[in-house]
């Protein structure tokens, strides 16, 4: 048995972060999710994420990721697969899973457009399906799962180091932005009504791309009417600029000498002027807090002062001394993002860790874009690359 991967050819999109200049354009996530253990949160975080605009509406991609074996069921899905690497779903109701039915379900009760999809591949190029998906549909954003869930004492307990590597494959090769949801149970067991929402979430500022990216879909959050985002932003004393590093079990905070760059001097512009909106057009349920750091202490104690709350968005990689990042443990969450989904800080709050869209990714892709009017055309029919080949 050998298995066949059609190339892929894509043609080149515009928005593939959730910051953009124009906020009425369609905003599209592609939603991974491994087994029902995922649905009910990740069916939260979409509901957070509809926002309010008439325009600017949400379309979800539900991808069932699913590992390919030898299984007589499992192969006979794939033979159904479509030889052009599209994604595959079979549309006869007896063959819809209940995970699906949960999705189609929610589509039912909200305005948010859902489309179902599995991917059916080996653990160590099920990645491929992944990121060829989210650039066919033009995603903004992946969402995953993290490789590890919450036990009953509140510890993680992980699913596996080939889920992890799924994971790291998509950061290095990604499309577009993308998100690591480390679930505490957000929005707990049960897929909550839109009427019933009621969540606080936190947004700590460092600065960068990725905290910038994170900070832009909480603002996208805050438009939801059951939903309070506190903007938490830390200012280092005059002079001196914030510098992150992580080690090996914990992460180290420092307050170095000054030394910003184009790039920050963007990021604080955005920043100001996504506050600035949030004022304007949000003034119900932003916060913006700020606080001076003088220490990795300054910094811890203002996290845990917020730990009580449902949800945290952080970027991965904020602005960090140079050549000074030793491993960690958990390098897909960065350094902050590690900190809060130890036991150390909280066992309620849950944390989606953001990557901002990295342009390095497209050298070398696993898509090849080409400006072809055919692939407008697209359908959005669901999902499998791997076609057996006997």
Same mark, same amino acid.
């Given at each position: ?29 592609? /939603? ?8 009910? %949160? ?54 819809? $899973? ?19 999809? %599995? ?63 480390? $679930? ?64 090996? $079990? ?42 001076? /750091? ?56 849950? /944390? ?24 407008? $055309?697209?359908?959005? %029919? ?9």
């Amino acid at each position: 048995m050998a298995v066949y991967k059609p190339a892929r050819r894509g043609a080149p999109y515009k928005n593939r972060t959730v910051k953009r200049k124009d906020l009425d354009t369609e905003l599209r996530l592609l /939603v991974c999710f491994h087994s029902s253990r995922n649905i009910p %949160t990740m069916i939260n975080l979409v509901e957070c994420s509809r926002g309010t605009r008439k325009r600017g509406r949400l379309c979800v991609y539900a991808m069932h990721l699913m590992e390919l074996s030898e299984r007589s069921s499992a192969i006979s899905m794939v033979h159904k697969a479509r030889k052009n690497g599209l994604p595959f779903w079979n549309k006869k109701p007896e063959d819809k $899973d209940q995970m699906v039915i949960a999705f189609e379900a929610y589509q039912q009760l909200s305005s948010v457009t859902i489309r179902p999809m %599995t991917a059916i591949s080996a653990l160590n190029t099920i990645h491929e399906d992944i990121c060829t998906s989210a650039h066919q549909k033009r995603a903004a954003m992946i969402l995953l799962p993290f490789h590890k869930h919450q036990r009953v004492d509140g510890s993680l307990e992980s699913l596996g180091h080939s889920l992890r590597e799924v994971n790291q494959r998509v950061l290095r090769h990604s499309p577009c932005s993308v998100g690591i949801l480390v $679930d505490r149970g957000f929005g707990g067991t049960t897929q909550v009504l839109a009427s019933d929402v009621s969540y606080n979430i936190v947004v700590p500022f460092f600065g960068g791309h990725d905290d910038v990216e994170a900070l832009a879909y909480g603002m996208r959050m805050a438009e939801h009417p059951g939903i309070m985002v506190t903007v938490l932003k830390f200012v280092a004393p005059s002079g001196k600029t914030l510098l992150t590093l992580h080690g090996q $079990d914990t992460s180290v905070i420092k307050v170095g000498n000054d030394n910003n760059s184009d790039k920050e001097a963007d990021c604080e512009l955005f920043f100001s002027e996504l506050i600035q909106h949030a004022a304007k057009n949000l003034q119900d349920s932003v916060r913006h807090v700020e606080r001076v /750091v003088e220490s990795k202490a300054d910094i811890v104690a203002a996290l845990k002062s917020m730990s009580k709350n449902n949800l945290f968005l952080v970027g991965r990689m904020p602005p960090i001394a140079p050549n000074s990042l030793p491993s960690t443990d958990t390098p897909e969450l960065g350094p902050v993002g590690s900190f809060l989904a130890s036991s150390n800080f909280s066992n309620t709050a849950s /944390v989606l860790v953001i990557q901002h869209f990295n342009p390095n990714a497209i050298l070398h892709p696993l898509v090849e874009e080409k400006e072809d009017r055919d692939m407008d $055309d697209i359908p959005d %029919t669901p999902v499998t690359k791997d076609t057996l080949m006997w």
